[in-house]
């Protein structure tokens, strides 16, 4: 029974795509996203694929991990084609008919384009997370949120709770490990029974696992006040990623092409 | 200089005080150890030194500062470095140099300086190289080592330890002792709660705590010499008191002594 340590979806290579500031990143994501619900054609569909596949290839992540989060939308996907291509006794012309069901060729079409878009959108956006680490992706967030310290919103508490919840998650993970260890030893099964059978046996697990949990929630906030934490005002930090002009080149140029497929085409 | 003045705190809802009229002195450049069976008050010492814990009655008085006047506590827990029991509950950053940097980030100390205190932290309890490491993938010794590191980094004036060489090896817990004997040796004062009454010989003063009141609160020797004393507060005597009480036995006079080098002086006398 193992409990993997390692987490979130991060792929660690050496590429352009990974030494590119996490912030140049997440616009380069949001100028993408726009481009994609403003392209209404198919050209400007196979445009966005280009871009798509050209990021995959350049950032050395394996095709299938690229392509892993399709399988968490197959279901939008076929509801979206199914809503799109279905008619119910349409008056035209249709390419299938079973009974009063049938199936529509123009509504076929704009079914693909859609299935497309949200393809395109899940691939290019999860190479965010996928060629990001968690720390230089929650250090760009902050910076990216800073302006809305104006607004009253905390930025850096927020980024500060993401940076503990990093922190704690192996180590919770383990202590799990642990703990279900130690009930095996006592003669718990995880493995035997149905699903309600198998969940109960989770039970002497979770509950230490929560109580630990809440005890130290306590000694790191008690840690935290002795170490002079009194949230993000005047706080320096050790490492705050700087955009390089190469990241700013880069964002530029990108949204530019962005911009034109989203536009034109 | 830290002073408590008959301090008495009890935890909401217990029933007895887990400290009662305490007092005592904490100077600059000096090392004093603090020892005493589970439960007697030793953590709780050590969060009112640093004003985690305010006292219900009597003051804690931080270089002039009283810990209970809340304008001011940042500047007592500035001043006051805590290393907590628990090392694993006290890491905050997600690799080594980040939560090292933790303190002194608080304190909006600038970058250039941030660099310089996180490496020398880091160099001081040996743990240089592993700068980029996620702490989880630290031995717990290694974590004692960090937790100490990611107080000195804040450059206190005192720094309180809560038995932070329980995990270490040999070699680490003698590093352990060369940093405090360091830190006393630059002038900080230096607060080591510790189980192990070998390493309390080594201070200048030691307290002992029973049910959080002061049982004795002198030169080491004085209490690792007192064998009722020490049985009484479930405290185990170190190798060096057991060979002094072997001597005695054997009809040699010998003094109360509580290092090997004081034994051997006193033998050779
Ligand atoms: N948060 C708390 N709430 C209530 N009572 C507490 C709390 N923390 C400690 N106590 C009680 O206060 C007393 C002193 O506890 P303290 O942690 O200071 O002891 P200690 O000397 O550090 O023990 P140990 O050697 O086990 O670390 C104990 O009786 C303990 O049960
Ligand atoms: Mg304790």
Same mark, same amino acid.
């Given at each position: 029974?193992?409990?993997?340590?390692?987490?979130?979806?991060?792929?660690?290579?050496?590429?352009?795509?990974?030494?590119?500031?996490?912030?140049?990143?997440?616009?380069?994501?949001?100028?993408?996203?726009?481009?994609?619900?403003?392209?209404?054609?198919?050209?400007?569909?196979?445009?966005?694929?280009?871009?798509?596949?050209?990021?995959?290839?350049?950032?050395?992540?394996?095709?299938?991990?690229?392509?892993?989060?399709?399988?968490?939308?197959?279901?939008?996907?076929?509801?979206?084609?199914?809503?799109?291509?279905?008619?119910?006794?349409?008056?035209?012309?249709?390419?299938?008919?079973?009974?009063?069901?049938?199936?529509?060729?123009?509504?076929?079409?704009?079914?693909?384009?859609?299935?497309?878009?949200?393809?395109?959108?899940?691939?290019?956006?999860?190479?965010?997370?996928?060629?990001?680490?968690?720390?230089?992706?929650?250090?760009?967030?902050?910076?990216?949120?800073?302006?809305?310290?104006?607004?009253?919103?905390?930025?850096?508490?927020?980024?500060?709770?993401?940076?503990?919840?990093?922190?704690?998650?192996?180590?919770?993970?383990?202590?799990?490990?642990?703990?279900?260890?130690?009930?095996?030893?006592?003669?718990?099964?995880?493995?035997?029974?149905?699903?309600?059978?198998?969940?109960?046996?989770?039970?002497?697990?979770?509950?230490?696992?929560?109580?630990?949990?809440?005890?130290?929630?306590?000694?790191?906030?008690?840690?935290?006040?002795?170490?002079?934490?009194?949230?993000?005002?005047?706080?320096?930090?050790?490492?705050?990623?700087?955009?390089?002009?190469?990241?700013?080149?880069?964002?530029?140029?990108?949204?530019?092409?962005?911009?034109?497929?989203?536009?034109?085409? | 200089?830290?002073?408590?003045?008959?301090?008495?705190?009890?935890?909401?809802?217990?029933?007895?005080?887990?400290?009662?009229?305490?007092?005592?002195?904490?100077?600059?450049?000096?090392?004093?150890?603090?020892?005493?069976?589970?439960?007697?008050?030793?953590?709780?010492?050590?969060?009112?030194?640093?004003?985690?814990?305010?006292?219900?009655?009597?003051?804690?008085?931080?270089?002039?500062?009283?810990?209970?006047?809340?304008?001011?506590?940042?500047?007592?827990?500035?001043?006051?470095?805590?290393?907590?029991?628990?090392?694993?509950?006290?890491?905050?950053?997600?690799?080594?140099?980040?939560?090292?940097?933790?303190?002194?980030?608080?304190?909006?100390?600038?970058?250039?300086?941030?660099?310089?205190?996180?490496? +020398?932290? @880091?160099?001081?309890? *040996?743990? $240089?190289?592993? #700068?980029?490491?996620?702490?989880?993938? /630290?031995? %717990?010794?290694?974590?004692?080592?960090?937790?100490?590191?990611?107080?000195?980094?804040?450059?206190?004036?005192?720094?309180?330890?809560?038995?932070?060489?329980?995990?270490?090896?040999?070699?680490?817990?003698?590093?352990?002792?060369?940093?405090?004997?360091?830190?006393?040796?630059?002038?900080?004062?230096?607060?080591?709660?510790?189980?192990?009454?070998?390493?309390?010989?080594?201070?200048?003063?030691?307290?002992?705590?029973?049910?959080?009141?002061?049982?004795?609160?002198?030169?080491?020797?004085?209490?690792?010499?007192?064998?009722?004393?020490?049985?009484?507060?479930?405290?185990?005597?170190?190798?060096?008191?057991?060979?002094? +009480?072997? @001597?005695?036995?054997? *009809?040699? $006079?010998?003094? #109360?002594?509580?290092?090997?080098?004081? /034994?051997? %002086?006193?033998?050779?006398?």
């Amino acid at each position: 029974m193992k409990v993997p340590v390692t987490f979130g979806q991060y792929v660690p290579v050496d590429s352009p795509v990974h030494s590119l500031d996490a912030k140049a990143k997440m616009g380069l994501v949001a100028a993408f996203t726009a481009a994609l619900f403003l392209v209404d054609g198919p050209l400007g569909m196979v445009a966005a694929a280009a871009v798509v596949a050209a990021a995959v290839v350049l950032s050395r992540v394996p095709w299938r991990i690229a392509l892993r989060g399709i399988r968490a939308v197959v279901m939008i996907l076929m509801i979206t084609l199914a809503a799109h291509a279905l008619r119910w006794n349409p008056a035209t012309v249709a390419l299938v008919r079973v009974g009063p069901l049938a199936v529509d060729a123009a509504g076929l079409k704009e079914g693909l384009f859609f299935v497309v878009r949200i393809v395109l959108l899940v691939v290019g956006t999860s190479l965010l997370t996928l060629t990001t680490s968690p720390v230089a992706l929650t250090d760009g967030l902050e910076r990216i949120m800073r302006p809305l310290a104006r607004v009253r919103f905390p930025a850096s508490e927020v980024a500060m709770m993401l940076t503990i919840a990093l922190r704690f998650i192996p180590t919770t993970a383990q202590e799990a490990e642990k703990l279900i260890v130690a009930q095996t030893a006592r003669g718990a099964r995880f493995d035997a029974g149905g699903p309600i059978a198998r969940a109960r046996a989770y039970a002497p697990v979770l509950v230490p696992l929560f109580v630990n949990l809440f005890r130290r929630a306590d000694d790191l906030a008690t840690a935290m006040e002795a170490r002079c934490y009194r949230g993000g005002v005047g706080r320096t930090r050790l490492h705050e990623s700087r955009m390089r002009p190469r990241d700013w080149a880069v964002l530029c140029l990108g949204t530019l092409v962005l911009a034109l497929v989203g536009i034109t085409l | 200089m830290i002073v408590f003045e008959a301090v008495s705190f009890t935890y909401p809802g217990a029933a007895r005080p887990a400290i009662a009229d305490l007092t005592l002195t904490i100077a600059s450049a000096s090392l004093l150890a603090v020892v005493g069976a589970n439960g007697s008050g030793k953590s709780t010492l050590a969060r009112l030194a640093d004003g985690l814990l305010v006292p219900d009655s009597g003051r804690v008085m931080v270089d002039g500062i009283d810990t209970a006047d809340e304008q001011r506590c940042w500047d007592v827990r500035s001043r006051v470095g805590l290393v907590l029991q628990n090392p694993d509950n006290q890491i905050v950053g997600t690799v080594v140099e980040e939560d090292v940097a933790f303190g002194p980030e608080n304190l909006g100390v600038p970058r250039e300086e941030l660099r310089s205190r996180v490496s +020398d932290a @880091l160099a001081v309890v *040996g743990l $240089t190289g592993l #700068e980029r490491r996620e702490p989880h993938l /630290l031995s %717990e010794g290694q974590k004692q080592r960090l937790a100490i590191a990611g107080a000195l980094a804040m450059r206190p004036e005192y720094l309180v330890l809560d038995e932070p060489t329980a995990m270490l090896d040999q070699r680490g817990r003698t590093d352990v002792l060369g940093v405090l004997d360091g830190l006393k040796l630059a002038g900080r004062g230096v607060v080591h709660i510790t189980q192990d009454t070998g390493e309390a010989a080594r201070a200048d003063l030691v307290l002992a705590l029973d049910a959080g009141s002061v049982a004795y609160l002198g030169h080491p020797a004085g209490l690792l010499g007192d064998a009722s004393l020490m049985a009484e507060l479930g405290l185990e005597a170190p190798p060096i008191q057991v060979i002094a +009480d072997e @001597l005695r036995r054997s *009809g040699f $006079t010998v003094p #109360e002594v509580s290092t090997a080098e004081e /034994l051997v %002086e006193a033998l050779w006398r």
